[in-house]
């Protein structure tokens, strides 16, 4: 395939008003892509849609671009965010990667009872997001939330944004597969039964919610508590799959 | 988390009956869950349920256990398969692990015009589905066919089983984000639209499928072509994608 690179950039997209590329893009542009002054990219930088844009000039640190035209009008993503308690780097990384290809608008890491890492790389998540939003044919970036406590989270909720809760670990009796004590109803089901509307998913950690935790997510009115299938989801896995379930019901893949 | 760890074995599994577990899962079992004799794991073969078994003696190269008690009957997955163009080594592998974690049935590599990989790695797909069965709580492996080129499994191809075709590379003429011409409905639309029954689930290459694929795909009664929303999804998010909402709509996720 012989499609332009697509470039996130911070700067202003307007025509004729030229843009320099930092020095990382412009490595890979140069380097990776094996661009050259003359060739066209597609910009974008989540305000001003989607440019073509012709290379200028190539240097070892920049690359200035000029854009030519507009090729799509700004579109954002459905208002659905993602409360994932971090599980090991490379799953975290992968939730991170594939909540941005499946159109989540903003990533909220919580810590709980159980999370078993409490450092957060906003920065590498950053990164993450961006190289996905270049190749999903995404307009804008997720925002990223600094870590925060899942009580202090809940504290400050919005009862306006319906928390859809994924309690992928079962229950405490140890009979996670077929234990109906305290699980939710199957996730589709659930959604069909509630109005399109503002909208979060709640990922526990990998050893699943406190008793604390989930007595106390349970006495919202603004949450509702799902199920993933009979089998037990992985962190990463069940954040998928609770995004793609969203986006099919009340988000824009209908 | 103290729960038993769980084992997928291929001897049969009956009460008293001893087992010798090979040496990699006696490695897991010894070394990295530091269990010993007299501990108790998880077994389970695909065919006799899951049984509860005591660690009677481990060794350097095996171990042996006793299975106690049957703690559930065997249960399968829903009749859906995934056909699959391989991708680069860490994206297919990623494919595998999640397709076992959806509760896929069999896993079929297929070779398309633009297949970036002829090498298909049967013995590294089967550790990999041993090892999400293991986590994700399955009491059975997926199948794991062969590589077989894309219009041989459609010259056999029994019409009984409705393939559904995830199209993800959008339309050859530049607009994938919009562009109507030639692409399906959504999933979720398309399998409400559609009977239960035995169902594939078809993902190409990085790529995407050549013309002449497209056609002979669209030619056939069997095949309904779907879309997974406005952005372009990776390889293996449109093949988790698809074997989630198909579980919520046709499965076992109901």
Redesign the interface.
């Known amino acids: 395939?012989s499609?332009d690179p697509r470039l996130f950039i911070g700067q202003d997209l307007a025509a004729g008003q030229a843009v320099a590329l930092p020095k990382e893009d412009t490595h890979y542009l140069v380097n990776v892509m094996r661009r050259a002054a003359g060739d066209t990219v597609r910009l974008f930088n989540g305000r001003d849609g989607e440019w073509r844009a012709q290379i200028v000039e190539t240097g070892r640190k920049a690359a200035i671009l000029e854009p030519l035209e507009q090729t799509?009008p700004q579109a954002g993503v459905p208002d659905l965010w993602l409360l994932f308690a971090p599980v090991k780097r490379q799953k975290t990384d992968?939730m991170v990667e594939?909540a941005t290809?499946?159109?989540v608008a903003r990533l909220c890491p919580v810590s709980t009872a159980r999370t078993q890492s409490e450092r957060v790389r906003i920065d590498r998540f950053r990164t993450i997001t961006k190289e996905a939003a270049e190749?999903?044919?995404?307009l804008d970036l997720p925002e990223i939330d600094e870590l925060e406590r899942l009580d202090r989270v809940l504290d400050g909720w919005d009862p306006a944004r319906r928390l859809i809760y994924c309690d992928e670990a079962g229950d405490e009796a140890?009979e996670?597969?077929g234990g109906a004590r305290g699980r939710g109803q199957?996730?589709?089901?659930a959604l069909a039964g509630l109005e399109a509307g503002p909208a979060a998913i709640l990922i526990g950690p990998e050893?699943?919610f406190s008793d604390a935790e989930r007595t106390r997510l349970r006495d919202h009115d603004f949450v509702t508590p799902v199920t993933?299938?009979?089998?037990?989801?992985?962190a990463e896995?069940a954040a998928?799959?609770a995004l793609?379930?969203w986006?099919?019901?009340h988000?824009?893949?209908?």
């Open positions: 395939m499609t799509r992968l594939k290809e499946l159109g190749q999903t044919e995404r140890g996670p597969w199957p996730m589709a089901a050893g699943g993933l299938g009979p089998r037990i989801l992985r896995t998928m799959a793609v379930l986006q099919s019901v988000g824009d893949w209908r």
